[in-house]
């Protein structure tokens, strides 16, 4: 069965970087695009982020352009969120979601950023 | 697109029915037929689940208590008798265009 392990959370200061990690497994990573969503702490769900299966298209959300960049490692069955100039609001829970027909039909348990000094 | 369910909150009892409403400030109806409004519920403590995608269709494994209808901009998701499993946060999801969006979410729990 389709498996989402998301990793690299942790207390991060504001202005600073920090890369999530996504392993994937369970189904042919290759032909799948890849999401990030994020929760803040108590509130609604954002997307963030998506990679066609291909790496050929990531699209961002508005708030995250410039700052964010989202990759993938085929040969690891990995995707990532590269995260730089954190600020407060980038505070949240991040999922790692695999896209299908479908839409997002697969979501990992999270991992939890925080931004504070 | 900005995505708005109502009510926020519903106190239901178990074994009745309730009813859930999403609408789009876009029409979701696509070129291609298809309309890109998605379900999920994010039980207590854990990771959203699909429920019902392309405003309609049941996803893998989601009881047929769980109907979705509605087109255009105004949604409806319909549990028939709602059961302990079934609390939790139902949320509304366009992706027709980018960036998906979300709605506010609806939370569902027992009276």
């Known amino acids: 069965q389709v498996k989402l392990v998301e990793s690299g959370g942790g207390v991060v200061q504001p202005g600073k970087s920090l890369r999530l990690s996504c392993a994937a497994s369970?189904?042919?990573?290759?032909?799948?695009?890849m999401h990030w969503v994020r929760q803040p702490p108590g509130k609604g769900l954002e997307w963030v982020a998506v990679i066609s299966d291909d790496a050929s298209q990531k699209y961002f959300t508005d708030s995250v352009k410039g700052r964010f960049t989202i990759s993938r490692d085929d040969s690891k069955s990995t995707v990532y969120l590269q995260m730089h100039s954190l600020r407060a609001e980038d505070t949240a829970v991040y999922y790692c979601?695999?896209?299908?027909?479908?839409?997002?039909?697969?979501w990992g348990p999270g991992t939890l950023v925080i931004v504070s000094s | 697109v900005v995505m708005t369910q109502t009510p926020l909150s519903l106190s239901v009892t178990p074994g009745q029915p309730a009813s859930l409403s999403c609408k789009s400030s876009?029409?979701?109806?696509?070129?291609?037929?298809?309309?890109?409004l998605d379900w999920y519920l994010q039980k207590p403590g854990q990771s959203p689940q699909l429920l019902i995608y392309e405003a309609s269709n049941r996803f893998s494994g989601v009881p047929d208590r769980f109907r979705g209808s509605g087109s255009g901009t105004d949604f409806t998701l319909k549990i028939s008798r709602v059961e302990a499993e079934d609390v939790g946060v139902y949320y509304c999801?366009?992706?027709?265009?980018?960036?998906?969006?979300f709605g506010q979410g609806t939370r569902v729990d027992f009276k």
């Open positions: 979601a695999k896209d299908s027909v479908a839409g997002i039909d697969s």
């Open positions: 876009q029409n979701l109806l696509h070129s291609d037929g298809k309309t890109y």
């Open positions: 369970g189904f042919t990573f290759t032909t799948y695009g």
């Open positions: 999801m366009q992706r027709i265009q980018l960036p998906w969006t």
